[in-house]
């Protein structure tokens, strides 16, 4: 069974589209990375799929829940690292994910968050107010209220954003376990290598529509992943794309300040 379907997903804000008829099929067990430029319709895309915006046309299937029909079920089902998002100022990371275990009402809670606390390295920054918490420990925390009910099915924009190089190196272990376990992953990333290193399969989005999918251990020496999705993206000719194709020896796409959020 794919883990999420769609058909024509359209998203229109008055005169602006900002998805455009995107039909994807993303199987259980995927570690799915969808790239594209600035402004091409990754978040709506997210957002949609994971109950909180409804498209103007089309249909999605998430975990075989509709998330226009049943936002409630798949936002449920579903684990959610949206891009720059922070635990709430004034809570520490232990009242965060007590309050996240009674949202999500899994059992085990006080266990699992010492868990994910030690995993992750906050073990010993679980009773500071998250307002003290540096940019790093913060996401840090965020991918552990992802993950902390074990969900089927994830979506995280830019898991790595913060992170020093080890812990990165982790949290790419830990993706990848985690759909080698049969659970899917729906990753959104500016940054190439990251998608490169980590996907089964990637995505390209352009000008709010979809144009390519790929596996990236197809590409051949020549032909890597920025070139590929380079010539994809300059296809549209757009402004737009132009902009978000820059090589600037780190690979990131079009968002040049991502990592210093
Ligand atoms: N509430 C809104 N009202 C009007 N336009 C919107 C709204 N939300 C998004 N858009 C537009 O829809 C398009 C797609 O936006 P979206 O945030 O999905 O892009 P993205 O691919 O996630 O971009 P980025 O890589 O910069 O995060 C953009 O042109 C954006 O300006």
């Not at 009674?102 to 010492?114: E, L």
């Not at 399969?201 to 144009?211: E, L, N, P, T, Y």
Request: hydrophobic content about 35%; glycine content about 8%.
């Amino acid at each position: 069974m794919a883990a999420i379907e769609t058909h024509d997903l359209t998203k229109r804000y008055g005169d602006v589209t900002a998805l455009d008829g995107l039909s994807l099929s993303v199987p259980e067990g995927e570690l799915f990375g969808l790239l594209g430029p600035n402004g091409s319709g990754k978040t709506t895309t997210i957002e949609i799929l994971t109950g909180q915006l409804d498209p103007t046309e089309g249909t999605a299937s998430v975990l075989g829940h509709d998330p226009v029909a049943d936002p409630q079920a798949v936002r449920e089902a579903v684990g959610i690292l949206p891009e720059r998002e922070d635990p709430p100022s004034f809570l520490t990371p232990r009242e965060y994910l007590q309050f996240v275990g009674d949202v999500r009402g899994f059992d085990a809670v006080d266990d699992r968050i010492a868990e994910w606390a030690d995993r992750l390295g906050f073990d010993h920054k679980l009773d500071t107010l998250s307002t003290d918490l540096s940019e790093g420990e913060r996401q840090r925390v965020m991918l552990a209220q992802t993950f902390i009910h074990e969900p089927d099915l994830v979506f995280i924009d830019e898991p790595l954003v913060n992170l020093d190089p080890i812990m990165q190196a982790e949290v790419k272990d830990h993706m990848r376990e985690y759909c080698e376990r049969g659970n899917t992953l729906f990753l959104s990333t500016h940054f190439l290598e990251v998608a490169e290193e980590l996907c089964t399969s990637v995505g390209i989005i352009r000008d709010s529509a979809f144009v390519a999918e790929r596996d990236p251990s197809d590409l051949d020496g020549d032909e890597q992943l920025l070139d590929y999705f380079r010539q994809e993206v300059e296809e549209s000719g757009s402004a737009d794309a132009e902009t978000a194709v820059t090589d600037g020896g780190d690979r990131s796409l079009g968002a040049a300040g991502d990592t210093d959020r």
